[in-house]
């Protein structure tokens, strides 16, 4: 079902412009864009609808925030002929309107959640409320790398596909495995899905986290740079939260990036000291989906365009000889309003 | 092995109600609620009208095995600046006044961020008699477990519908206190309990060492004396809440509770 209603292989584009805008490595991206549905998180849900399938359950829920997932998971409940539900907050409902209607389209009930930070944190808890109480006949399909255990595990399990493909593909391409992997971390699952796979090899791997309107800000999402050990949804991780230890809300222009927790491998690579965890402000995100628009001919989604905004920075410290790949998680249709907005705000920026 | 909680105010209350043949009335409230100084004016007024244990909740911001109306109080009792360390305070006020058994129930991050030794150790030294972390499955009560046994507070462990014989007879094994019997799979505060006559049968074949409470969406003295005729006692939340919530119905709490007892008493 991967290759044959997903669309997998996803290749592994050369992004040559990009390459010679930068002036240095070689940059790749591998193109979870184009997965059916517009973003990785098909992957995870066909796997969890399979193990729901054969556990024998009716019912499906989801928690979603930028609506990828909730869409991704209304699309193989539909080709499985299950029923579903999706949890998502009133705030993201109106920021990511055209999932909404497709997740409808494709039969889905969307519940609006009203609680707490009316975002994914609060989504996810109100999934899991749903959860405990239809247990018997529902199976809960998460979609991150995030809850409690065995989920963050599985999550990977079934993303790691991308990270797979790609080492397949690079070789393919340049003979040699590449030198740096580049993907935005919210709760994580893409970037643990393209990492998890050369975690044992001699390659530089940067989680990019939404520091939304800046660190110093109490407005981000930056959990690995900021947060401190704590347990959300049922696993230990770093946290956003106060000296009550009280969860705080975070915030990004990326939906999918908008919340406090992030997986608990994610933690563990921190601490191990083997991803390194940076940040990017929403301006920094928008202004590099702009730019890959214009010299790649992609619009990215939000949470992709963080992962790109880092090339700044990263790209003048890398050699000709290096090999840069961006996992490109999601294509950028569901962020048309956010990106119209801003432009008539007359924040387009100069080439 | 036995622990030594015999000089736990939780423990010889219900030994002693079982004894008398009675059933417990357990009330749940949120510290914090509506106001912070409400506290431990109603945790009395709730002892002088028939409570026999009160469980203080510790408002936590994402209170996952809360329905909406104790989601809604614990996010009201952030607001007004709850912490853990104010409700310990609050429980020393309250034991200058009364012996009622004091059962803390929350979840584990606050606790973890306060320090969990540290928290075992002043809650204990406050005048608390048991420990409910309704998020801590089996598999990783034991630390929270040790530091119980260590404080002579009880650790009171929940079972629901879906907790087979074998897990249940694992988790009253290590429960102290009482054994929590969640009436539903759910959240708190769901009003309707069909029939759980033999749910709750099935627990008590299994559970021989705690006395067997039943709490999740018990809402009418009709509820607490169906119940208590087959449990050892019910435990009282949301719908006590709802009416702390409404400023009409809070002057009449008292009464409420009262209904709710004598309904439990002419089973």
Known sequence: MLRTYAGRPTPLTFADRLTKHYGRGKIYMKREDLCHTGAH???NTLGQILLAKRSGKQRVIAETGAGQHGVATATVAAKMGLQCMVYMGEEDICRQELNVHRMKM????????????????????????????????????????????????????????????????IQAHEGKLPSILLACVGGGSNAMGIFYPFIRDEVEMIGVEAAGCGLNTHKHAATLSKGTPG??????????????????????ISAGLDYPGVGPEHSALKDLGRVQYVSITDKQALEAASLLARLEGIIPALESGHAFAHLEKLMPTTSKRDIVVVNLSGRGDKDMMTYVSQYSEGKSVQR | MRRKLDTNRLTSKLVQLSERNQKALVLFITA??????????????????????????????????????????????????????????????????????????????????????????????????????????????DRFLALARQHHLADILLVSPATSDERIRSIDS??????????????TGRSTIGDIESYVKRVKWNAKHNPVLVGFGITTPDDAQRISRFADGV?????????????????????????????????
């Open chain 1, 41 to 43: 998180k098909i992957n």
């Open chain 2, 174 to 187: 290590v429960s102290s206190g009482f054994l929590y019997c969640v009436s539903i799979t759910g959240v």
């Open chain 1, 231 to 252: 347990v959300l949804h049922g696993s230990l991780s770093y946290l956003l939260q106060d000296e009550n230890g009280q969860v705080q809300l975070a915030h990004s």
């Open chain 2, 235 to 267: 435990i009282v939340g949301s719908a006590l809440i709802q009416r702390i919530a409404q400023e009409d119905l809070r002057k009449d709490v008292g009464a409420w509770v009262r209904q709710l007892k004598e309904a439990q008493q002419s089973l």
């Open chain 1, 106 to 169: 494709l039969g889905a009930e969307v519940v609006p959640v009203s609680s707490g930070s009316r975002t994914l944190k609060d989504a996810t808890s109100e999934a899991i409320r749903d959860w405990v109480a239809n247990v018997h006949d529902t199976f809960y399909i998460i979609g991150s790398v995030v809850g409690p255990h065995p989920y963050p595990m599985m999550v990977r399990d079934f993303q790691s596909v991308i990270g797979e493909e790609t080492r397949k593909q």
């Open chain 2, 32 to 141: 914090g609620f509506p106001e912070i100084e409400s506290t431990v004016p109603q945790v009395l007024e709730l002892a002088r009208a028939g409570a026999n244990v009160i469980e203080l909740g510790m408002p936590f911001s994402d209170p996952l095995a809360d329905g909406p109306v104790i989601q809604a109080s614990s996010q009201r009792a952030i607001s007004n600046g709850i912490t853990l360390k104010l409700i310990l305070e609050q429980v020393r006020e309250i034991r200058k006044h009364s012996d009622i058994p004091l059962v803390l129930m929350g979840y584990v991050n606050p606790i973890l961020h306060y320090g969990e030794r540290r928290f075992f150790a002043d809650a204990a030294n406050a005048g608390v008699d048991g420990i409910i972390l309704p998020e801590v499955p089996l598999e990783e009560a």
